[in-house]
């Protein structure tokens, strides 16, 4: 069986401070993907990055950064200097190649205080 | 065009009439889906129609009836529906296959009376 799972139910920081929010994934597979979706208040889910299981390089996108650590299960996502646009609902979502489908975490729901 | 553009944004219905959502994309993709979110919740996965064809149906009740009538039209049928249906549907695609990244619409905020 899979689990997903995101502790952090909520989390509220002032702007400009950094921000980590964590995932954690635990499977048998060795192959799935992991993916990162933002839904901003006007609710439309928005696409920020698929990782592959094999790939545990971190990786940067401007103020975005991830950190995935195989051996802790753990896909976590950093917003460095964080803005007001940044608040939104942050999913993590594992795609099982066995049944092929892809399963949302229950989601943080982050607020950047100006 | 890097939309996929739902309506109507909300709807109000009564448990005995028949409505449709629909939604739309011009990228090409060949991949569609339907979402269902209540409120707080994640996104469930309700249809998958890959180049036209259902080929994943998340046992969703038959009050709820998918269409895809050519590739960049998705429809969502909906009759005899419940209060307990009351959620925002999210409509989304990819180009083609289902593990890359989803393009999501805005959704439709449906509240049965």
Known sequence: AQKVTQAQTEISVVEKEDVTLDCVYETRDTTYYLF??????????????????????????????????????????????????????????????GNEKLTFGTGTRLTIIP | ????????????????????????????????????????????LMFVYSYEKLSINESVPSRFSPECPNSSLLNLHLHALQPEDSALYLCASSRGRVDEKLFFGSGTQLSVL
Request: with cysteine; net charge positive.
């Open chain 2, 1 to 44: 065009d890097t939309e996929v553009t739902q309506t109507p944004k909300h709807l109000v219905m009564g448990m005995t009439n028949k409505k449709s959502l629909k939604c739309e994309q011009h990228m090409g993709h060949r991949a569609m889906y339907w979402y269902k979110q209540k409120a707080k919740k994640p996104p469930e």
């Open chain 1, 36 to 97: 990162w979706y933002k839904q901003p208040p006007s609710g439309e889910l928005v696409f920020l990055i698929r990782r592959n299981s094999f790939d545990e390089q971190n990786e940067i996108s401007g103020r975005y950064s991830w950190n995935f650590q195989k051996s802790t299960s753990s896909f976590n996502f950093t917003i460095t200097a964080s803005q007001v646009v940044d608040s939104a609902v942050y999913f993590c979502a594992p795609f099982n190649f």
